[in-house]
Nanobody, 127 residues
């Protein structure tokens, strides 16, 4: 079993930056895909960014590309999402997720492909 724990959410003004973290523990795989999703109030959960641990493959949602960066600290077994130039529409609960995958696969955008989920951390961007 894999446990994922997010942290780092909070309140930030538009144009500001925030970094959320996801600490992974348990039986993780070097070929696992780590992903970030977000869910705004009364909206569907959407893919934000993904990182395949084997091969350093990344993928981003169009809405955040160029502003957000996903990265992994392998020594700490922690995945990060650096969020820059935040906008009010980025306000959501951000979830860390993961699934085991073949090394050649790019990170999936599909919610149901991810097996393990964190509890979520709230990010609020004010105007």
């Amino acid at each position: 079993q894999v446990q994922l724990v997010e942290s780092g959410g909070g309140l930030v003004q538009a144009g500001g930056s925030l970094r959320v973290s996801c600490a992974a523990s348990g039986r993780t795989s070097s070929s696992a895909v780590m992903g970030w999703f977000r869910q705004a109030q009364e909206k569907e959960r959407e893919f934000v960014a993904g990182f395949r641990r084997s091969g350093d493959s990344t993928r981003y949602a169009t809405s955040v590309k160029g502003r957000f960066t996903i990265s992994i600290d392998n020594a700490k077994n922690t995945v990060y999402l650096q969020m820059n130039n935040l906008k009010p529409e980025d306000t959501a609960t951000y979830y860390c997720a993961a699934y085991p995958a073949a090394g050649w696969e790019i990170p999936s955008r599909a919610v149901n492909n991810y097996i393990y989920w964190g509890q979520g951390t709230q990010v609020t961007v004010s105007s």
